[in-house]
C-alpha cells in the first residue's frame, strides 16, 4: 500500500524496469561499521517494510555489506518481493577480518559474488549489478574491461539483467559502454562535491540515471555553516535540503539515502520533497569545492 506519494517521480533505467527517484540505501542495517548483525534485527526488518509500504521501489544494497547480513535481511522482510520492487546490487569488494574494503575484481571474485548475491536475496536473476571499482569514495583510474566483461559475460547467461558502475571516472564508463549497455551510475556526489557536474549531465544526456552517495559527506565547517543556514531558514533539516538540491539538480538523479531508524527514513522521504527557491539552489551551488 503506497500512503503517500514520492518526490521526484520515477526514472526508466531501461525497458521494463522503472524506479522511484527516491529509494533506499541498506548499508546501514547492518551492525557498527557496515560489520556483522544490527543491535536490533526487528528493527531493521520494520524499516524494509516501511520502505516499501512508503511505495518505494528501488533498494541500494551489496552482499559484502555485513558482509551477507544485509541481504538476509532484505530477504526475511521482503521476499517474495513485490513485482514493482527493484533491488540493485554491487560487487566489486570484500570485507576482511579487520572490516576492511579491499578489492575484488578477479574473475572467481565477482562470479562468486553474484552468486552470495543472489542465494542471501533469493533471487533466480539479478535486476542491477553494480560494478564498484575505486575505494569508499574516489574512482581508481585504468582500464575495466576484465571485470566488467565478467559481469557482461553473467549477464548474457541471466544471472544478471542490466548492468551498472560504481565509483568511476568518465572514461571507465565509455569503456564499460563498449562493451555492454551501462543503465545506471553511483559515485560519491553532493552540493558540496562537484566533481562528477559533467559525468551527471552527459548521463542525463544519454538517459542514464545517475546514483549519488554520501549526501553529507566531506563538507568542510563553512560549507556545513552556510548548508545549516539555509536549512534554517527553510524550516528544514540539513539532510532534507541536500537531498532536495539532488533531485532537483538534474531528473537523471536518484537518491539511496540510508537509515536504521524509521523516523528518520519517513524525514528522509518527506524532505527529498522540499521546494527550493532560487535564491536557496544559488547560495547552495556557490559553496562547492
Not at 64 to 80: C, E, R
Not at 111 to 133: H, I, P, T, Y
Request: aromatic share 6%.
Amino acid at each position: 500500500m503506497i500512503t503517500q506519494t514520492l518526490p521526484g517521480g520515477t526514472f526508466t533505467l531501461t525497458d521494463g524496469l522503472t524506479v522511484t527517484r527516491v529509494g533506499y540505501g541498506a548499508m546501514q542495517l547492518a551492525g557498527p561499521h557496515v560489520f556483522g548483525p544490527p543491535a536490533d534485527r526487528e528493527a531493521a526488518l520494520a524499516v524494509l517494510r516501511e520502505v516499501v509500504e512508503l511505495g518505494i521501489t528501488h533498494i541500494d544494497t551489496s552482499d559484502f555489506y555485513g558482509p551477507h547480513v544485509t541481504n538476509q535481511i532484505i530477504k526475511q522482510a521482503l521476499h517474495p518481493y513485490a513485482e514493482s520492487l527493484h533491488i540493485v546490487t554491487k560487487v566489486g569488494a570484500r570485507r576482511d577480518a579487520d572490516g576492511g574494503w579491499p578489492p575484488a575484481l578477479a574473475p572467481h571474485e565477482l562470479r562468486q559474488a553474484v552468486r552470495e548475491n543472489l542465494v542471501n536475496l533469493g533471487l533466480d536473476a539479478l535486476d542491477v549489478v553494480n560494478l564498484r571499482v575505486g575505494g569508499l569514495n574516489a574512482a581508481t583510474p585504468g582500464s575495466i574491461a576484465e571485470p566488467f566483461g565478467v559481469l557482461a559475460e553473467m549477464r548474457q547467461e541471466g544471472l544478471i539483467r542490466n548492468l551498472g558502475l560504481s565509483t568511476v571516472t568518465a572514461e571507465q564508463v565509455a569503456e564499460a559502454q563498449s562493451i555492454a549497455p551501462v543503465v545506471c551510475v553511483q559515485n560519491y556526489y553532493n552540493l558540496a562535491h562537484r566533481v562528477d557536474d559533467a559525468l551527471v549531465d552527459s548521463l542525463a544526456e544519454q538517459g542514464i540515471a545517475y546514483v549519488p552517495y554520501f549526501p553529507l559527506g566531506g563538507f568542510s565547517p563553512l560549507q556545513s555553516e552556510v548548508l545549516a543556514s539555509v536549512a534554517g531558514r527553510l524550516q528544514a533539516s540539513p539532510m532534507s535540503v541536500a537531498l532536495a538540491w539532488l533531485l532537483q539538480r538534474s531528473p537523471n538523479i536518484l537518491l539511496i539515502a540510508g537509515t536504521s531508524s524509521l523516523a528518520h527514513l519517513r524525514e528522509n522521504v518527506a524532505g527529498a520533497g522540499l521546494e527550493l527557491p532560487a535564491d536557496a539552489v544559488a547560495e547552495l551551488d556557490a559553496i562547492a569545492g
